[in-house]
């Protein structure tokens, strides 16, 4: 069987309704390599006729899908994997760039040390505001939970691996249907359709996750390195970093990275400790400060 999972209800398909193994791998043979859909993605010079809400974008796509306009899903599809892109990079350039901001002098606060620290949370609050005023992601409706849950899941990649298929592009069709397993090895249905891109000739070409950022050269490796271990930092049971992670270390030699590659950027390290120390603070004051009201709470109504 052949998924299509039709938004309509209609189920999976026959792969031989869909298109002959043949003529399929002649459409291998000359579609080319599959290359990411991010290939004229650039956060800093983002298409403004691109710009829209991402929620938006995508709904239309799966309007599309659900009608059978398989190439304007794909188009779609393709706009609002750029669309979530730009937020999640958009994100990540304000919290980078307020998590560097230099501290209070510290004996403004000699009297009350606990203030510094308050006090560098509303700096970070006021930088994080001022930053996304100024880009264009933040501008736009922001998506619902659902959808941005889409994303992270990559689910969208279920429905654009078949509508790369429905428009013949092979190629891009496996580079999808593998980056959807990444997240999701075991769904059987997506696995008998890999199954059956790798009876096809050269398939193990376009075998790509097409959410893995790549860095178009190789001294670009001691940016990744950190970049693997940073996210690590913070999320540290994310799969397909670990996988990075190893991958960087198997190669470490040939591309000539040392131990200290493998640590996070500093002024994340700094951020990490910062927010963790808060979290500290606040467990302290749930579990004593919080008591402690309760119970002059409970004397208060006794001295009525």
Known sequence: MWESRDRSGAGARSLAAARGLAGLSVLLLCCGPGRAQYERYSFRSFPRDELMPLESAYRFALDQYTAEKWQESVDYLEMSLRLHRLLRDSEAFCNLNCSTLPPQPARRFAAFPELQL????????????????????????????????????????????????????????????????????????????????????????????????????????????????????FDPEDSVMKQNLVYYQYHKEKWGLTEEDFLPRPEALRYYNQTTFQLQMYEFAKQHLQADDEVSNQNHCKNF
């Open 118 to 233: 308050f006090s560098s949370i509303l700096q970070r609050a006021r930088c994080l505001r001022r930053c996304k005023q100024g880009l264009p992601a933040f501008r736009q409706a922001q998506a619902s939970r659902q959808v941005l849950h889409d994303f992270e899941t990559r689910e969208v990649y279920r429905y654009l691996q078949f509508a790369y298929f429905k428009v013949q592009n092979v190629p891009k069709a496996i580079s999808a249907a593998h980056t959807f397993l990444q997240r999701h090895p075991d769904d059987a249905m997506m696995q008998q359709n890999m199954a059956y891109y790798k009876s096809l000739p050269d398939s193990d070409e376009f075998m790509n996750d097409l959410e893995m950022k790549h860095y178009e050269a190789i001294d670009n490796m001691k940016n990744a390195a950190p970049c693997v271990v940073t996210y690590l930092l």
